[in-house]
């Protein structure tokens, strides 16, 4: 059998699996699927609206509209194109190098080449369907507001494909690089040495703007200069992301041009050469990589190999005096649990450089706010900003939420047995993740927002309003997350990812959403006389409707954190869960 035939054959086997289970799922589980579609469709509809409300008003705009809105696109799709690489590249190394299914798969008559090109392929598959979802109403929009036809999408999607693999490609590569010939102190030394460069270059543009802006002056001209300027790494000829979007741009236009088909070109050709190279690379890199990756991992076990039986009376002497703060407060045995899972955060990549990611991005974000806030002049303006400040941090939090806390009950997985012979009650534990997650959520959120109120100057009053709302949205949040995360359990699976793509995933991520919306506009509307006199009130229940919104959004975070723990905890106390190790 041809290493064709091999590849055939997994994606024939998959396919049925796919198609099995969405069958099941539409005949079976009724609500999941209605709820699936209506979000779909809602949120298609919406953001549709939405970007094209937001590309009349640039393209309103005189003499830079049509500029602004290429340099969007083109800023667009870089985004995207860094996104779908660290997706790609967190879940291949999950599905390669951590998962049970590889190593069964390296077992069977199959080429090591296969089983590489389909993980890898099955990686893309997982995560661009979600950037497919998210580029579909803005390049609809985008075609009609420039009036363009039919071809347009046609040319679009066809397009779309050789930059998805160029994009998994170039991740699949560095991938399979880092594993194979970087070790673990040199990932961490390049990684310090990236942040102090960004960090040093970040100042760098913070002081040489405060600089032209102290010579210069404020004006329209110098920030749409500046604005340009800061995108201007999104239009760099050797980045793929420019390619598609100059492409999109070209396809775009009521007339074509002798140059629009050198990208499409340049899309064509390298997507071809990133599939060769892959090819090779998994022929000859990839065995030995997976080969050094469970020789470190083994390693690392014999390092934390048990005690023999005559180093245990020294070992006891020396940490018998030793009782930790944790310990203290909440019990050996709870004190136990958080240290599992403290460490097992710590050692699984994939997680905490995603965290680092978001919140350093926000933080980044947060500081920047300054420049803005020297051009608030109306209360109303910055009270606006400060709520949509809000709304960023909410969303994000959401995010992290459903991606990280959702999963962590399900990735117990067959070693939930073990947990349910403890000492402790499964219960307890779950309120044991909550109150880890919510602790460690809220604190990396509140310094944001604390620092987003010094950067507006808010004043101590309202940044502390803000911050104890931020507080209510992370204690929902994860009583949702966790809640959920024990109603809709997958305990066969070890990839949270994929956990985090069924029926509770998606219902979390809606329920988080409507949620922040809800609450927003609740303390939205309890300073709602801000925006009408555009006045600064005294004090938080100042209007004639303060107290009652604030009373509607603690009742409403109140029913959101105990409704989904009760539920949960009813079922851990029948033993569904159990019954299905």
């Known amino acids: ?23 099941k799922m539409a005949t079976t589980s009724r609500l999941m699927t209605l709820t699936l579609a209506g979000f779909l469709i809602t949120y298609s509809v919406t ?42 590249a967190v879940t291949g190394y999950i599905a390669l190098y951590r998962s049970r299914d590889t190593r069964w798969l390296l077992s069977l008559p199959i080429s090591h080449r296969v089983v590489f090109l389909w993980k890898i392929f099955e990686a893309t598959a997982f995560s661009c369907w979600g950037l497919l979802f998210i580029s579909a109403p803005l390049l609809v929009s985008f075609a009609e507001i420039r009036e363009a036809g039919a071809g347009f999408y046609v040319r679009t999607i066809a397009g779309l494909f050789p930059f998805l693999i160029i994009s998994s490609a170039l991740s699949a590569i560095l991938l399979l690089t880092v594993v194979r010939w970087v070790t673990r102190k040199q990932l961490i030394a390049f990684g310090i040495l990236a942040v102090v460069l960004f960090l040093v270059g970040i100042t760098r543009t913070i002081i040489h703007e405060r600089e032209i802006t102290e010579r210069l002056g404020f004006s329209a001209a110098l920030t749409f200069q500046q604005v340009i300027r800061h995108t201007d790494l999104t239009v760099n000829p050797i980045i793929p992301s420019t390619w598609y979007a100059s492409s999109i741009i070209d396809w775009s236009r009521p007339y074509r041009i002798a140059g629009s088909l050198l990208h499409p070109s340049l899309l064509i050709s390298w997507s071809l050469m990133g599939v060769m190279t892959l090819g090779w690379l998994a022929k000859h890199w990839f065995y030995r990589s997976w080969n050094h990756s469970v020789q470190n991992a083994a390693i690392a076990a014999l390092r934390r190999q048990p005690p023999t039986l005559a180093e245990l009376p020294a070992l006891v002497h020396r940490h018998r005096p030793r009782t930790s703060l944790l310990s203290r407060v909440s019990g050996r045995s709870l004190a136990a649990v958080t240290r599992k899972d403290l460490i097992s955060f710590r050692r699984e990549p994939a997680q905490w450089i995603q965290f680092l990611i978001v919140f350093g991005l926000l933080a980044i974000y947060a500081t920047g706010l300054r420049r803005l806030n020297e ?29 990280f806390i959702f999963p962590q009950f399900s990735l117990e997985g067959r070693r939930l047995w073990v947990l349910a012979m403890s000492p402790l009650k499964l219960q307890t534990i779950v309120l044991q993740k909550f109150f880890l997650s919510t602790l460690f959520t ?5 310094i944001i927002i604390l620092i987003s109120g010094n950067t507006l100057n808010l004043g101590a009053s309202d940044t502390l ?11 929902g949040l994860n009583a949702t997350a966790v809640g959920l995360g024990v109603l809709f359990p997958n305990l066969e699976e070890t990839n949270a990812a994929k956990i985090v793509s069924g029926f509770g995933g998606t ?20 300073r709602i006389e801000t925006f009408r006199a555009n006045q600064v009130p005294e004090h938080w229940l100042d209007g004639r409707h303060a107290a009652e919104a604030l009373g509607i959004a603690v009742a409403l975070t109140a029913f959101l954190t105990t409704i989904p723990l009760i539920f949960a905890m009813k079922r851990l106390k029948r033993l569904e869960i159990l019954g299905n190790l």
Request: glycine share 4%; proline share 2%.
């Open 47 to 88: 953001a549709y609206f939405l970007f094209r409300r937001g590309l009349i008003y640039f393209g309103q705009l005189p003499a830079a509209g049509g500029l602004l809105i290429d340099r969007m696109m083109h800023v667009v799709f870089f985004c995207f194109l860094l996104m779908l690489m660290f997706s790609v």
């Open 465 to 475: 309003f803000f911050t104890l709302a931020i507080l209510m949205i992370s204690i």
């Open 375 to 403: 051009h608030l002049d109306q209360p109303r303006d910055l009270y606006l900003v400060a709520y949509l400040n809000l709304a960023v941090c909410a969303l994000a939090l959401s995010t992290l939420t459903t991606r």
């Open 442 to 446: 809220s604190l990396a959120v509140s």
């Open 1 to 23: 059998m041809s290493e064709l035939e091999q590849f055939r054959l997994l994606l024939r086997i998959h396919t049925r699996i796919l198609r099995t289970r969405m069958v």
């Open 507 to 526: 219902l979390c991520l809606v329920i988080s959403f409507v949620y922040i919306v809800t609450f927003l506009l609740l303390l939205a509307w309890s």
